[in-house]
């Protein structure tokens, strides 16, 4: 598997508007650089670009959603560390027979769309506890920086 490098770290949060409060004179920024609403994963996110690397607050759009449930159990904090790979599928191909489970969509599909690429999450219960996303995206808007 390939993995190209830390895509992007995300923070549960309660109160999106509230935690922008708190985090962006420390990323020192006035607004996120890519805001966006992700409804199948029921997720409101401020994303920051910080040398070449993503910083994202997410909150629930839900309150069944995953990030409550995530929050309901462990608090607010890192949620996910997420690692950009050359390839989605061919990383899931390879990691499953090493073990490593990987949690499905309620349509059963590993492999999740977002944007031009895809995501997937490697269980907790594997990683120490960490929720890992592994991501092919290609992170074009960084090109011309």
């Known amino acids: 598997m390939e993995t190209k490098k830390i895509d992007h770290l995300c923070i549960a949060v309660k109160d999106l508007d509230a935690a ?3 985090w962006e004179p420390v990323l020192g ?4 650089d890519d805001p966006y609403v992700d409804e199948p994963e ?3 996110v401020a994303r920051y670009w910080l040398g070449g690397v993503g910083f994202e607050l997410m909150e629930s759009t839900s309150p069944d959603g995953p990030v409550a449930k995530w ?8 949620m996910i560390v997420s690692l950009n ?13 090493k073990g490593y489970p990987f949690i ?17 999450f490697i269980h907790p219960e594997k990683m120490n506890n960490v929720l890992v996303e592994l991501i092919d995206y ?3 808007e960084l090109e011309n920086q």
Not at 29 to 32: A, D, E, L, V
Not at 71 to 78: C, L, Q, S
Not at 85 to 97: H, N, Q
């Open 42 to 44: 029921q997720i409101r």
């Open 29 to 32: 920024k006035s607004q996120p």
């Open 20 to 22: 922008r409060k708190v």
């Open 85 to 97: 790979v050359a390839d989605t599928r061919e990383s899931i191909t390879e990691l499953e027979p």
């Open 138 to 140: 290609r992170w074009s």
């Open 104 to 120: 499905p969509t309620r349509k059963g599909e590993k492999a999740r769309p977002f944007r031009d690429c895809e995501f997937a």
């Open 71 to 78: 929050i309901e159990k462990h608090g607010e904090g890192v």
